[in-house]
Structures are given as structure tokens and as C-alpha cells.
């Protein structure tokens, strides 16, 4: 057997899997290169400059894994992959430790005007106090989302001796206070108890733009911001004019917008006290080694016939149990997206219930795949490997039960989410053996075609509603591709919803324009994986 490993990647790599095939290190190519010498190899291995195209791999044809020495797989085709049954595996937590570090050193080289005093000095002059920065101690330090970065650093901000203020609205309160933190449920009560706030969140809908005037203005007066999480989530223009009115004293930022082409980002001629950095929260000689190892010994026990730890494609599920609840994957997932999209609050439990021929077969992976259809709803990351370990860390009990009651249909799969503040259920099934359908939501029972783009607009029963939604939804210039209208089951009910598919996403502003009509109540937009 032989492996491809690319992109400057350590060479500890290259031993690890030298005991099991033959590996050969090349510089990273072009998509027309490497489809001229994939065929040879059973394995590829690639950091973030490779991109693995579905014409790179349609000519692996004895490719059985690729691995991504990193966190992302946005350079894999992971679709074109799990179609020809090829293994994608990445490194999770490999630069975890590098991410919170260089969130800490940031936020000590602000506070301490780090930057701009060495290249004073550098310049042979002594400018002590020019440079008077602030302690950290005694200091509140705001942190939203508390995944594993965030936890880290929440570790060694208390070390250094100060408070901390969570917001994290997947995380309980319990696993906030555990750690000697205040948890908060909303951020208008978050932002004016910081003086210094760091971001460890994914960039999703909810979160871009995050941080802007508006949230900026709640914040106390010369707060100071830090952000090794993503580009986007705090708005640069605004950033930029709250550090030179002073209402943010100083920030330190890692991620951009626009990356690597930073040219036109705001923050780059800032006037106001500033540390930028190029990407750099997981190069550390440590978490590219770890990241090396991680995926090279996945590989390696991958080529020997075992399993991967970090797979983050259906091939990591034994056949054995995949094969015979194969076709209810993509509707168990669908399922949990739904219910996670609509509910509110902070999960408690997920509740499955499999019924006619679901009943009598295994549906381990049917819960794996509910697991990660709720989870991927709020976190980046989450795969059908370690949905159930991010689901015990938080709390989240999963009861799994079969029901002999009869259905109407072959099989079906009810997925019951509660949370701290409401109960939300939806059930799947197939129609004709292969047709994918959400047949119940709450009280409603429906029929619809799952679809990436959704609207879900609860509203009396009452004449015009359908039109009134429709104009709004047309003039914002957003094709219907389909809509169902459903009443709850007692004849007397005066609710309906309205369950319409579109072909693109919807911001706060258009759901905004439709919950201000007369009857509607809670429009959600739902974004599901296809």
C-alpha cells in the first residue's frame, strides 16, 4: 500500500504510517497534478493548501482514506468522498491548546501595549509612560461560547486571577458554575458586565456580526475585545469606529473577513490601540505535530483494517449497522436540525421513538444521526463520530425507545427534543420506500420534502395570511418552490402553519417583515443539511 502525504506536513507523519504502507512526501499541487498520481495511492494526506476535489478523487480509485492534518475540511469534497465509501478523518482537537494560548497572549499584549512598545524601543526610544497598559487581575473577562478553546482559556483567565462572565446558550448553567463562572441567558445582560470579551464560536447565521454598533454601545466604555475564532463575527467598520471614539479602548484580532486578502480590511490603518495578527492561533510547532499525529496514526489504523476516531463521513459507522437503516440517515438527521432549529433554550434531553419496521432493527446509527443534526445546529465540527461524546459532555440524556404502536408508514422516527423551556417534536419517515418526508411537527401533522432553505410561519387560520406572507417573501426577490399549509387536527383549531421551501436563506430583517403581519406568530427560518 502506498501513501501520498503533501503540503509540508511533519515527518513524523511519514513514520508513523511507515510501518504499514510506503509513503512518499511531495510538494502541494495542482488539482490537474495530483490526478495524474492519485491512482497509485491508497491514502492522502493534506493540510489546508491541497484542495481534494471530486475529480481528484473519482481518480483515487484505491483511495480508501484521506486524512486533513487540521480542524476544517472545507478543501475536501467530503460528498464526492462518502459516495465512492472513501474515509475522511481530521484532527478535532489537535490545536486546541496553540487556539487558547494565543487567545491568552493576545489579551496580555493589549492590555500591556505589547506591540507598540517594541517597536518604540526598537526605535531607541524610551517611552515608559506612553505605554501604561492595564491588569488583568480582578478584571471580568466575558467569554462567549465555551467549547473546548473557550473552557481553556476560561481555565487560565482564572489562574490569572479573574472573574468570568459565560455566555453560552448550549452550555447549563450548572457546567458554567462549576468552573467559578456567571452564567448569563442573554447577552443584553452579558455585554455591560465585561471589561474584557473574547469570542470561541463558529461562524454561523446567528453569529455574524456578532459584535456591532449596536452591541458595541451596551458594552462598557473602554471595553477590550479579543478574537482567534473567526472572521466576520465581530463587524471590522464598526470595530474600527468604536476604537477611535474610544468606546473600545483596544482590541486584539486574529481572523478576518476576508482572508488571506486583508488589503481592504478597516482595522489595517486603525488609529486606535490595535494588535493584529495573521491566523496564527493554531501555528504552533506542538499542535502541527499534534495534528500530524493524530491523523497519520487514524490512517494507519485505517489501513490496517480498523477503525477511525475522528471520521467525519458515514464510513466510520460499522456496515453492519448502517446497511439495514441506511436510507433513514438523511431523514434522522433532517429530523434533529429541525427540532434544534425551532426549539428554544438550553437542551435537556432528545427522546427517539422507532416505529413499525424501524421497531425490530438496531437504530444506533439513526441516533447517532439525530445526535448530530441537533448538535451541528449549534456547533462547527460535529460528525457522526463524535456527536454522542459532545452530547454526554453536555449533559444531554438520550433515551431511545421502539413502539408498537401501528403507523402509517414502513418506518418511522420521532425525534422528541426537550429543553429548560419548551418541548419541540418532529418525526420522519420514508414514503414509497425512498422518499424522505417531516410527517409531523408538534401538533401538525404534515408532509414535507426536506430542503436546505425553509420558512416555518405558525399563524390563525384566517383568510389572506398565505398572500400576505407570499408578498413579502416576493419582494425581497425570494422564489417558493413549495409550500404546505396545515391545520392542527381538532376541526375546531383556529392555528395553521406554514411550511415553505425557498431556494435561498433569509436574515432577521425578512423574518422580521413577515412576523409584523397581522395573525403571524415566531416565523423561523431552517437552514438542513441535503
Not at 373 to 399: Q, T
Request: with cysteine.
Amino acid at each position: 500500500m502506498k501513501v501520498l502525504i503533501t503540503d509540508k506536513i511533519n515527518e513524523t507523519a511519514g513514520k508513523i504510517i511507515g510501518n504499514t504502507a510506503d509513503v512518499d512526501f511531495l510538494p502541494t499541487m495542482s488539482e490537474d497534478e495530483l490526478i495524474k498520481v492519485i491512482p497509485q495511492y491508497d491514502a492522502l494526506m493534506v493540510r489546508s493548501q491541497t484542495k481534494v476535489t471530486a475529480k481528484i478523487i473519482e481518480a483515487g480509485a484505491k483511495l480508501k482514506i484521506i486524512g486533513r492534518a487540521g480542524v476544517g475540511v472545507d478543501n475536501i469534497d467530503v460528498e464526492a468522498a462518502t459516495q465512492k465509501g472513501i474515509i475522511v478523518v481530521n484532527s478535532p482537537d489537535g490545536n486546541t491548546m496553540a487556539a487558547a494560548e494565543h487567545t491568552i497572549a493576545l489579551m496580555l499584549a493589549m492590555a500591556r501595549n505589547i506591540a507598540p512598545a517594541a517597536i518604540s524601543t526598537k526605535e531607541g526610544k524610551w517611552e515608559r509612560s506612553k505605554f501604561t497598559g492595564c491588569e488583568l487581575y480582578k478584571k471580568t473577562l466575558g467569554i462567549i461560547g465555551l467549547g473546548k478553546i473557550g473552557s481553556h482559556v476560561a481555565q487560565v483567565a482564572l489562574a490569572l486571577g479573574m472573574k468570568l462572565v459565560v455566555y453560552d446558550p448550549y452550555t447549563s448553567k450548572e457546567v458554567v458554575e462549576k468552573i467559578g463562572a456567571e452564567y448569563v441567558t442573554s447577552l443584553d445582560d452579558f455585554w455591560g458586565k465585561c471589561d474584557f470579551i473574547t469570542v470561541h464560536v463558529p461562524k454561523t447565521k446567528e453569529t455574524v456580526n456578532l459584535i456591532n454598533k449596536d452591541t458595541i454601545a451596551k458594552m462598557k466604555k473602554g471595553v477590550r475585545l479579543v478574537n482567534c475564532a473567526r472572521g466576520g463575527i465581530i463587524n471590522e467598520k464598526d470595530l474600527k469606529d468604536a476604537l477611535e471614539c474610544g468606546q473600545v479602548a483596544s482590541v486584539a484580532i486574529d481572523v478576518y473577513e476576508n482572508e488571506p486578502n486583508i488589503t481592504d480590511c478597516p482595522l489595517i490603518h486603525c488609529s486606535g490601540n490595535i494588535v493584529l495578527t495573521p491566523h496564527l492561533g493554531a501555528s504552533t510547532q506542538e499542535a502541527q505535530l499534534n495534528v500530524a499525529i493524530d491523523v497519520a496514526e487514524q490512517i494507519k489504523e485505517v489501513l490496517s483494517g480498523g477503525s477511525a476516531s475522528s471520521a467525519v463521513n458515514i464510513p466510520s459507522l460499522r456496515p453492519d449497522k448502517l446497511e439495514p437503516v441506511k436510507d433513514y440517515m438523511q431523514i434522522a438527521e433532517n429530523s434533529g436540525e429541525l427540532a434544534m432549529q425551532i426549539s428554544d433554550g438550553v437542551i435537556k434531553s432528545i427522546e427517539i421513538t422507532a416505529q413499525g419496521d424501524l421497531a425490530e432493527l438496531d437504530i444506533q446509527p439513526l441516533e447517532v444521526a439525530v445526535l448530530k443534526g441537533v448538535l451541528s445546529a449549534m456547533l462547527e465540527g460535529v460528525n457522526y463520530v463524535n456527536a454522542p461524546v459532545l452530547a454526554k459532555k453536555r449533559g444531554i440524556d438520550l433515551i431511545s425507545t421502539r413502539s408498537k404502536v401501528k403507523c402509517n408508514f414502513a418506518g418511522l422516527l420521532t425525534v422528541k427534543l426537550v429543553t429548560d423551556k419548551d418541548e419541540t417534536v418532529v418525526a420522519g419517515a420514508l414514503v414509497a420506500k425512498d422518499i424522505p418526508r417531516i410527517v409531523k411537527i408538534n401538533d401538525y401533522e404534515t408532509s414535507i420534502r426536506p430542503q436546505k432553505h425553509m420558512l416555518l410561519i405558525p399563524h390563525k387560520n384566517q383568510p389572506s395570511m398565505i398572500a400576505k406572507v407570499a408578498k413579502v417573501i416576493g419582494e425581497n426577490n425570494i422564489n417558493i418552490g413549495s409550500m404546505n399549509v396545515v391545520q392542527k387536527n381538532d376541526r375546531h383549531e383556529t392555528e395553521s402553519i406554514m411550511v415553505i421551501n425557498i431556494d435561498t436563506s433569509v436574515d432577521s430583517g425578512i423574518l422580521s417583515e413577515i412576523e409584523k403581519i397581522d395573525g403571524v406568530h415566531h416565523p423561523k427560518y431552517v437552514n438542513l443539511t441535503e
